[in-house]
């Protein structure tokens, strides 16, 4: 019997794993849950502390008037925070309009995107790194920054990640249930942020990758399923392109001093940014193939925009990639594979180099002061939702 190669770049590898011995039934559902639940229970934990602290700033999109008001306001400016404030407004009729209600969604859906990711990884490589990579999003500063914010980025990146986790299990076992479950998760990440269909160039390499491997026609169902999906925001692309050409115009900052902040912007923090990225440098899994599907996902998106940053204008905002998040935790947590205390350590780390930014987060200004983050504290998040007249004012909560 021919033995087999030490790497193997089969199609189906990811998703089955490695052959193991059958282990106990308690095990078994132990480690089938745990990568998922114990990320999203940490984040919700994380999430819900100084979820008041803050008072509601410029950034956060905010909610007033009846639905009709809304489209219309939208029409005039912010066209893609529509669909995240009529969101916001028919859930604050059930759960009121608090701050904490009106942040609890971006809460709830960063939550669920660490469970997505813990479960990612569970089915991509091992259930021990699933349940690193999981953590290891929960302990970075921006998943709590957008957890504590009530914008539509927490909502795209879970939609993102959950079209991701589809994807893969569409492509594993293709099914008409799977891939309009994945039809439904874009056009859910396009409804949430149109930017997030930024996606879709990661997992057209995934699928391109896959069809080579293996050459199974069925894994084509991909192209019509995405333009159908695409369908459902392409109204919003368009009026949010037309509205915000000049938008971009107005960022500040020259596209070296943007290239320099980009691992704090995007990780929240420079040092667990930094760790993290070193971590995911050294990623090892016997499928080559998912490596590099992975890496193309964590870095073709942020790349591209921040090599477009040098030839047409500012276009580089990390909220637009955050997507990207999920690949990067998960290959770092492919090269501690089958290292427990390394890996206990390296969430540790992280988590202990981002602490300073984690309590800044959290910090309640002093009356009367403002900041980029925050503004003076108001009772409610509401707002006569009044059209923007400048790209200045729309480039705050965009």
Do not use: K, N
């Amino acid at each position: 019997m021919q033995a087999q190669a030490v790497h193997d770049d089969s199609p189906t590898r990811p998703l089955s794993g490695p052959h193991r011995r059958p282990a106990r039934r308690a095990a078994t559902l132990f480690w089938t849950w745990i990568p998922s639940l114990l990320p999203a229970a940490a984040m919700l934990a994380v999430g819900r502390i100084g979820l008041t602290g803050p008072a509601p700033g410029p950034r956060e999109a905010l909610t007033g008037g009846s639905p009709a008001a809304l489209v219309e306001a939208g029409r005039a400016a912010d066209a893609v925070l529509v669909p995240y404030r009529l969101l916001l407004h028919y859930w604050s009729q059930v759960a009121g309009d608090s701050v904490v209600a009106l942040r609890a969604p971006s809460l709830l859906a960063m939550a669920l995107a660490a469970g997505l990711t813990g479960e990612l990884g569970r089915r991509l490589v091992t259930p021990g790194a699933g349940l690193c990579g999981g953590l290891l999003l929960v302990a970075l500063p921006v998943t709590s920054r957008y957890a504590q914010q009530a914008g539509p980025h927490a909502l795209a990146l879970c939609a993102a990640t959950a079209a991701t986790l589809l994807l893969y299990l569409a492509l594993d076992r293709p099914g008409a249930l799977r891939w309009i479950g994945y039809g439904l998760a874009v056009a859910v990440a396009g409804l949430a942020h149109p930017a997030t269909l930024l996606v879709l160039a990661g997992h057209t390499y995934t699928v391109v990758s896959r069809w080579r491997l293996s050459r199974q026609r069925s894994l084509f169902w991909w192209f019509p399923v995405t333009l159908l999906a695409l369908v459902v925001p392409a109204p919003l692309v368009s009026l949010g392109v037309r509205q915000h050409t000049a938008l971009f115009l107005y960022r500040p900052g020259t596209p070296w001093e943007m290239l320099r902040a980009a691992p704090e912007a995007f990780f929240g923090a420079a040092g667990a940014g930094l760790l993290v990225a070193g971590l995911a440098l050294a990623a090892r899994w016997p499928d080559r193939a998912l490596l590099r599907e992975l890496t193309v996902l964590a870095v073709l998106a942020p790349v591209a925009l921040l090599a477009a940053s040098f030839l047409t204008g500012p276009l580089w905002d990390p909220r637009y990639v955050l997507f990207a998040l999920p690949a990067v935790v998960l290959l770092a947590a492919a090269a501690l594979r089958g290292l427990r205390l390394r890996a206990v350590v390296a969430v540790v780390l992280v988590a202990a180099l981002g602490l300073p930014q984690q309590q800044a987060l959290r910090q309640r200004l002093p009356s009367g002061t403002t900041s980029t983050a925050s503004v003076p504290p108001p009772a409610r998040l509401r707002s006569s939702m009044l059209p923007r007249s400048s790209p200045v004012a729309s480039a705050r909560t965009i």
